[in-house]
C-alpha cells in the first residue's frame, strides 16, 4: 500500500413496526433535511436553515476512489483539523471528527437552538429515525429493525447484559481482557441475580491460531453456561478476536453470544448478519470520527433461537410489551430500544453523516489501510528494537487491527517507565498515545503494561517513522 510521505507532523490535518428500509430522500417530511449528494452520495444531512440560523451545512469534498492512493489519501487527512503540533495516536480513546462533519453538527446544534422544536415539527415524533437506522443497517449488515442508536459501548452493553433474562446458576463464559463496561454489568448480575461469571485466559504472547480462542471456550462450555462475551478487538493489546468462529461456535451450542465492539465501527468493515452474532454494541466517536455520546447497537431480531429479550432502558414498554412467546415477527426491537427520552439529536444526524463519508471513502478501504499502516509500525519497532522489545499482539493479518501494543523495556511491570515514555513522547516530541495495563496470565498479582499507539485514516508513514525514531531515543534514555 502507497502511504503519504510527508513532514513527521503533518497530519493535513419508524414507526414501532417499520422493519423495512427508507429512502434516503425521505428524512424529512416536508423537505426540511436533504441528502447532499457527494460523489457516490456518501455525503452528510444538510439542513435548509431559516433566515438568521445561519450558514446550512456545505457538502463534503468529494473524494475520488480512482486517484492514486497517496493523492486520495492526502485528500482524505485534509478532512481532519487536529493541531499540526501534535501527532495524535490515542483514538483507541477518542477520535477527532471530520471538519465537515463537525461544521454540520454545530449547524444542527445551531438549529436547535434557533428552533427548539425544529427537529421534533419538521422530522415527525421519531426524528427520522427510520431513515438514520436505515442508512446504519445498509452499512453494516442488518436489518433496520435489529439497529438503533445509543450512547456509547457502555451504554449498549448495559442495555444487553440487563435485557436479557439470566438465572440464578446461568454461567456466562468472558475472557481476562475484558473492558470495564462489560465487567461492571457483568459484576451486576453475579451478585444481584447470582450468575456465575467466568474469565478465561485467552492467549497474549503466544497468539498464533484462531482455534486457540475457539478451542478455549468450546472446552469451558458446561451445561450452565447460557452465554459468551468477548471483545472483538481487546482494548488492552489490541487483538482482534475471530468474531464469526466464536459466535458460530456458540450458535452450536445454543449460546447468547455477546460483542463488545469498542473498536470495531469505524476500524473495520462489519456485516452483523455474516459475523453471526446476537449482539454487537460500539461507540460512534472512536474509530467512526463522530460525536462524543453516539453508538452503534445491534441486536439480532430474525432467525431461529432469538434470545428473550427484555428492553428494560426503553420508554416504550407501556406500548409495546415482551412479544408473546418471544415472537418478534412483528417486533421493531431497535426502535423500541432507541425511545429513551430527550435524544441528542443533533449528534445522531453527525454520527450518520460521519458514517456516510466513511462508505465514501470505502470501508474495506479504511480496514486495509489502518491494518496496513499497523502492521508497517509493527515491523518499523521491530527492525529497531531487535531481539528487545515485547508486542502484545502478533503482526499477523487475521489478528491485525490499528491498535498496537509494546513495550520496549525488559521489566514489562515497570509501569513507572511507561508512564515517563508517554509523557516525554508527548511533551518532548508531540506524539500522544496511552499505555494499558493488564495480567498477562489470569492469576497474576502484578500488572504487565504497553504502549497502546493507534494508526488512523488521519496518520502515514512518516509520521510513523517519527514516532519509532522518538520512542526508541527516549526508551534508552529512560532505561539508563
Same mark, same amino acid.
Given at each position: 500500500?502507497?502511504?503519504?510521505?510527508?513532514?513527521?507532523?503533518?497530519?493535513?490535518?419508524e414507526?414501532?413496526?417499520?422493519?423495512?428500509?427508507?429512502?434516503?430522500?425521505?428524512?424529512?417530511?416536508r423537505?426540511?433535511?436533504?441528502?447532499?449528494?457527494?460523489?457516490?452520495?456518501?455525503?452528510?444531512?444538510?439542513?435548509?436553515?431559516?433566515?438568521?440560523?445561519?450558514?446550512?451545512?456545505s457538502?463534503?469534498?468529494?473524494?475520488?476512489a480512482?486517484?492514486?492512493?497517496?493523492?486520495?489519501?492526502?485528500?482524505?487527512?485534509?478532512?481532519?483539523?487536529?493541531?499540526?503540533?501534535?501527532?495524535y495516536m490515542?483514538?483507541?480513546?477518542?477520535?477527532s471528527?471530520?471538519?465537515?462533519?463537525?461544521k454540520n453538527?454545530?449547524?444542527?446544534?445551531?438549529?436547535a437552538?434557533?428552533?427548539?422544536?425544529?427537529?421534533?415539527?419538521?422530522?415527525?415524533?421519531?426524528?427520522?429515525?427510520p431513515?438514520?437506522r436505515?442508512?446504519?443497517?445498509?452499512?453494516f449488515?442488518?436489518?433496520?429493525?435489529e439497529?438503533?442508536?445509543?450512547r456509547?459501548?457502555?451504554?449498549?452493553?448495559?442495555?444487553?447484559l440487563?435485557?436479557?433474562?439470566?438465572?440464578?446458576?446461568?454461567?456466562?463464559?468472558t475472557?481476562?481482557?475484558?473492558?470495564?463496561?462489560?465487567?461492571?454489568?457483568?459484576?451486576?448480575?453475579?451478585?444481584?441475580y447470582?450468575?456465575?461469571?467466568?474469565?478465561?485466559?485467552?492467549?497474549?504472547l503466544?497468539?498464533?491460531?484462531?482455534?486457540?480462542?475457539?478451542?478455549?471456550?468450546?472446552?469451558?462450555?458446561t451445561?450452565?453456561?447460557?452465554?459468551?462475551?468477548?471483545?472483538?478487538?481487546?482494548?488492552?493489546t489490541?487483538?482482534?478476536?475471530?468474531?464469526?468462529?466464536l459466535?458460530?461456535?456458540?450458535?452450536?451450542?445454543?449460546?447468547?453470544?455477546?460483542?463488545?465492539?469498542?473498536?470495531?465501527?469505524g476500524?473495520?468493515k462489519?456485516?452483523?448478519?455474516?459475523?453471526?452474532?446476537?449482539?454487537?454494541?460500539?461507540?460512534?466517536?472512536?474509530?467512526?470520527?463522530?460525536?462524543?455520546?453516539?453508538?452503534?447497537?445491534?441486536?439480532r431480531?430474525?432467525?431461529? %433461537?432469538l !434470545? &428473550? @429479550?427484555? #428492553?428494560?432502558?426503553?420508554s416504550?414498554?407501556t *406500548?409495546?410489551?415482551q412479544?408473546?412467546?418471544?415472537?418478534?415477527?412483528?417486533?421493531?426491537?431497535?426502535?423500541?430500544?432507541?425511545?429513551?427520552?430527550?435524544?441528542?439529536?443533533?449528534?445522531?444526524?453527525?454520527?450518520?453523516?460521519?458514517c456516510?463519508?466513511?462508505?465514501?471513502?470505502?470501508?474495506?478501504?479504511?480496514e486495509?489501510?489502518?491494518?496496513?499502516?499497523?502492521?508497517?509500525?509493527?515491523?518499523?519497532?521491530?527492525q529497531?528494537?531487535?531481539?528487545?522489545?515485547?508486542?502484545?499482539?502478533? %503482526?499477523? !493479518? &487475521? @489478528?491485525? #487491527?490499528?491498535?498496537?501494543?509494546f513495550?520496549? *523495556?525488559?521489566?514489562?511491570?515497570?509501569?513507572?517507565?511507561?508512564?515517563?515514555?508517554?509523557?516525554?513522547?508527548?511533551?518532548?516530541?508531540?506524539?500522544?498515545?496511552?499505555?494499558?495495563?493488564?495480567?498477562?496470565?489470569?492469576?497474576?498479582?502484578?500488572p504487565?503494561?504497553?504502549?497502546?499507539?493507534?494508526?488512523?485514516i488521519f496518520?502515514?508513514?512518516?509520521?510513523?517513522?517519527?514516532?519509532?525514531?522518538?520512542?526508541?531515543?527516549?526508551s534508552?534514555?529512560?532505561?539508563?
Open positions: 500500500m502507497n502511504d503519504l510521505h510527508c513532514n513527521k507532523h503533518e497530519t493535513g490535518s414507526s414501532l413496526n417499520q422493519t423495512q428500509p427508507v429512502s434516503q430522500n425521505g428524512i424529512s417530511r423537505g426540511f433535511f436533504k441528502l447532499a449528494g457527494i460523489a457516490a452520495a456518501a455525503g452528510a444531512a444538510g439542513v435548509s436553515f431559516p433566515k438568521g440560523a445561519g450558514a446550512a451545512p457538502k463534503l469534498l468529494s473524494l475520488d480512482s486517484l492514486p492512493n497517496k493523492v486520495f489519501w492526502k485528500g482524505v487527512q485534509k478532512q481532519f483539523i487536529i493541531d499540526p503540533k501534535v501527532v490515542n483514538i483507541g480513546t477518542t477520535g471528527m471530520p471538519q465537515q462533519i463537525l453538527y454545530q449547524k444542527y446544534n445551531e438549529l437552538a434557533f428552533h427548539p422544536r425544529t427537529f421534533e415539527a419538521e422530522l415527525g415524533a421519531d426524528f427520522g429515525l431513515a438514520q436505515a442508512e446504519l443497517a445498509a452499512q449488515g442488518c436489518n433496520a429493525d439497529i438503533c442508536l445509543s456509547n459501548t457502555t451504554d449498549g452493553m448495559d442495555a444487553i440487563f435485557g436479557l433474562n439470566f438465572q440464578e446458576g446461568d454461567e456466562i463464559l475472557t481476562h481482557h475484558e473492558h470495564i463496561a462489560a465487567l461492571s454489568p457483568l459484576n451486576v448480575l453475579r451478585d444481584r447470582k450468575v456465575k461469571v467466568t474469565e478465561l485466559e485467552i492467549p497474549v503466544d497468539t498464533a491460531s484462531e482455534d486457540q480462542f475457539v478451542d478455549l471456550f468450546a472446552r469451558n462450555i451445561k450452565n453456561t447460557k452465554a459468551i462475551l468477548f471483545s472483538h478487538i481487546t482494548y488492552k489490541g487483538t482482534r478476536l475471530p468474531a464469526k468462529a459466535c458460530t461456535l456458540a450458535r452450536e451450542n445454543g449460546l447468547i453470544s455477546i460483542v463488545d465492539g469498542a473498536h470495531g465501527p476500524m473495520l462489519l456485516d452483523f448478519h455474516d459475523m453471526g452474532c446476537d449482539f454487537y454494541a460500539g461507540p460512534g466517536h472512536k474509530w467512526q470520527c463522530g460525536p462524543g455520546g453516539t453508538g452503534i447497537l445491534y441486536l431480531n430474525h432467525g431461529d %433461537d !434470545p &428473550e @429479550f427484555w #428492553t428494560q432502558n426503553a416504550t414498554y *406500548f409495546v410489551a412479544p408473546v412467546k418471544n415472537d418478534r415477527s412483528k417486533y421493531d426491537i431497535g426502535m423500541a430500544m432507541q425511545y429513551r427520552g430527550q435524544m441528542d439529536v443533533s449528534a445522531h444526524l453527525a454520527m450518520v453523516d460521519a456516510k463519508m466513511w462508505e465514501e471513502i470505502g470501508r474495506e478501504k479504511i486495509e489501510y489502518v491494518c496496513s499502516l499497523s502492521s508497517y509500525l509493527k515491523k518499523s519497532l521491530a529497531k528494537y531487535g531481539e528487545a522489545g515485547t508486542f502484545f499482539a502478533p %503482526d499477523i !493479518p &487475521e @489478528f491485525s #487491527t490499528g491498535l498496537t501494543s513495550n520496549p *523495556f525488559a521489566n514489562l511491570e515497570a509501569g513507572d517507565k511507561i508512564q515517563a515514555l508517554v509523557a516525554r513522547l508527548e511533551s518532548e516530541a508531540g506524539y500522544q498515545v496511552r499505555y494499558t495495563d493488564f495480567h498477562l496470565h489470569a492469576g497474576d498479582t502484578k504487565t503494561y504497553a504502549l497502546r499507539i493507534s494508526t488512523h496518520h502515514n508513514r512518516a509520521q510513523v517513522d517519527g514516532l519509532v525514531d522518538a520512542l526508541y531515543d527516549l534508552l534514555q529512560i532505561e539508563g
